[in-house]
Every structure is written in structure tokens, then in C-alpha cells.
């Protein structure tokens, strides 16, 4: 089984729920990538094979659920991406591994979750009220025998510029219901986020097609252009139908996508031999402005704080994503 094959037949057990191949179908290679990519538990399911990794990863989850109600116990908090994820969309939470527990809180009441959180006797990896709110909107805190701690008070959390889209956080949690994101918003901010890791990974899709599964696309459509990420759905669904063979009928709503040079190169280089880092292009096929983008790529504009990092800190970043 060469590249292409081994890639494509992984992509579609990736999927939760795929059938599986023809008997006597050679497995190993498949089975030794998909740990690479994040999905091994899930295609070992769909095999109906033993997984040795699903006990570890329901500790993890456990361990991550317990810590999330504890904290939501003493502050207001929306679970976000792989903890919500585990425990609401996938069919057992041993599916689904995290490395850290994502938690959104609004804005105005940052100092009180800071406080609580070291009560609870985490500390945060930098003061986060230093943070001038440029692109970097989000900060970890840790605590011994426990799982970081990601505090977020925006969904969009990128290393590059993002000025050319506008989620709008007030109306995220204007729709949240039961403390979860309304399913639109969740489908929306998960193809946002894997834009931002480059879709390196399958396990990207593999959240994406479970959050997609009974959405209403008009309003998933609506949203990603009031909020400008068109784009990143449209490679999102792409994606999905050329390498995992799920035809979502959502790709209907976002056919008319007009993609240019960067976006077209992104697309390419995200179905062949996928890697970290090319989301710079993504972002950059996003906007009009891409002497803005490179430009604030490098040196990110200073308001009234902090900037996120040191001009040296985003030139070493933004040159490590371009070449990569």
C-alpha cells in the first residue's frame, strides 16, 4: 500500500463510525499513523480491535472532568474544543486524548477566575492582565498532579494576525445554552482553530465531521460570513470529502468560495503531505491586506499594554511558520 492509499484508507477510519476494509487488508502502516495523527483510538474502534491507549486516555478525561467541576463550581466557564468534545460528541470520552483542559470565560471577570484558579493552587505561566488583548487571548495554568489549565476569554487564540475576521464573543455567549456553545458556533470556532494548527492532524476532521452532524448549515453559512471565516470552512469541508471521503452537505453552502493564490496553496499543500506551519497562507488567502498581515506578523501593533511578544519573539515566529 503506498502513501496515498495508506493516507486515504486512515482519513476514512478516522471517521467515527466508518466501516471497515475489506479483510486482509494491510493494516499495520495505517494503525502506526494514525498515533501520529491523534487517531488511534478511534480507528482501532472502528476495526473492532482492542485499543491499549482508550483506558489512559479516560483517565485523562476524567481526570480533566473532575478538574473542569471543580473550577466551574467557582466561576462562570463554556468547556471548549477536546474536553467538551470527549464527554458530549464522541461515543466514549477513551476516543478523544487532550493534553489540557480548555475553559472560556468572559472578559470583565478575568481577575476573578485568576484568583480562583490559584485558590484552587494553580499558577498561571505569566500574569494575564499584562496581555494587551492582540492576538494572544488565552493563558495556562498549572498545578502538580493535575492537567493544565487554558483559560481562554475569546475562542480565537492565533500566533498570527487575525484582524481580518470578527467573531463576536458577546454573541457567542449570548446563544451558549448549559454552559456549552450553541452547536453552530462550535462547528464555526473548531474550523477556525484547525486553520490555525494547519489541519496537521486528523484529529481535526475527526472533531469537525462529529461537531457537523446535525448542525443547521444556513445558520453555520450565516455565521462564517458575518464573522469572516469563509475560507476556513470551506477548507474545513474540502478537507473532510478529500481525505476522509465524507461529503458533507454543508460543502453546498460555501461551493461559491473564491479562493486565491495563498488560498489554493494552502488547500494543495494541507491534502498532500500535511504539516505545521502552513496556516500562514490560510490566514493570508483570508485578506485583501496581505502587506498588513506580513507586517503585523513581524511586529504586532502595541495598544494600551503589553504587545504579546518581543518583535525578535514574532519574527522568529512568524518566520518558523512560513518555513516550516
Not at 467515527?16 to 475489506?22: I, K
Request: hydrophobic share 45%.
Amino acid at each position: 500500500m503506498g502513501y496515498d492509499d495508506s493516507v486515504s484508507l486512515l482519513g476514512r477510519l478516522s471517521i467515527v463510525g466508518a466501516a471497515p476494509p475489506p479483510a486482509g487488508t494491510p493494516l499495520e502502516g495505517v494503525l502506526a499513523r494514525s498515533r501520529q495523527e491523534r487517531t488511534f483510538a478511534v480507528v482501532c474502534r472502528n476495526l473492532g480491535i482492542p485499543c491499549p491507549m482508550e483506558s489512559l486516555i479516560l483517565a485523562r478525561q476524567l481526570l480533566a472532568r473532575a478538574q473542569a467541576e471543580e473550577i466551574l463550581g467557582r466561576m462562570e466557564a463554556i468547556p471548549l474544543k477536546g474536553l467538551y468534545l470527549a464527554h458530549h460528541r464522541y461515543p466514549s470520552p477513551g476516543l478523544r486524548d487532550m493534553g489540557d483542559v480548555d475553559l472560556l470565560i468572559r472578559r470583565p471577570s478575568l481577575r476573578h477566575a485568576d484568583t480562583e484558579l490559584r485558590r484552587l493552587g494553580y499558577m498561571p505561566e505569566f500574569d494575564p492582565e499584562r496581555i494587551d488583548g492582540g492576538t494572544l487571548n488565552a493563558v495556562e495554568y498549572w498545578r502538580d498532579g493535575s492537567m493544565p489549565v487554558h483559560l481562554h476569554w475569546h475562542v480565537s487564540n492565533a500566533s498570527l494576525p487575525h484582524f481580518m475576521y470578527r467573531i463576536d464573543v458577546d454573541e457567542v455567549w449570548s446563544e451558549a445554552r448549559g454552559g456549552v456553545l450553541a452547536p453552530h458556533h462550535l462547528l464555526v470556532t473548531l474550523c477556525e482553530h484547525a486553520l490555525k494548527h494547519s489541519f496537521a492532524e486528523l484529529i481535526h476532521l475527526t472533531d469537525l465531521e462529529l461537531a457537523s452532524r446535525g448542525v443547521d448549515w444556513a445558520l453555520v453559512a450565516a455565521t462564517a460570513r458575518r464573522w469572516g471565516l469563509e475560507n476556513a470552512l470551506h477548507f474545513a469541508l474540502v478537507l473532510l470529502r478529500d481525505l476522509s471521503e465524507v461529503e458533507s452537505p454543508g460543502l453546498e453552502h460555501f461551493r461559491g468560495t473564491r479562493l486565491d493564490w495563498a488560498g489554493r496553496a494552502f488547500l494543495a499543500m494541507a491534502r498532500g503531505r500535511r504539516r505545521n506551519g502552513i496556516s500562514a497562507l490560510g490566514f493570508l488567502s483570508m485578506t485583501r491586506h496581505k502587506v498588513r498581515f506580513v507586517r503585523e506578523a513581524i511586529a504586532p501593533p502595541r495598544t494600551d499594554g503589553l504587545r504579546t511578544r518581543t518583535l525578535m519573539g514574532r519574527l522568529r515566529g512568524a518566520l518558523r511558520a512560513i518555513t516550516s
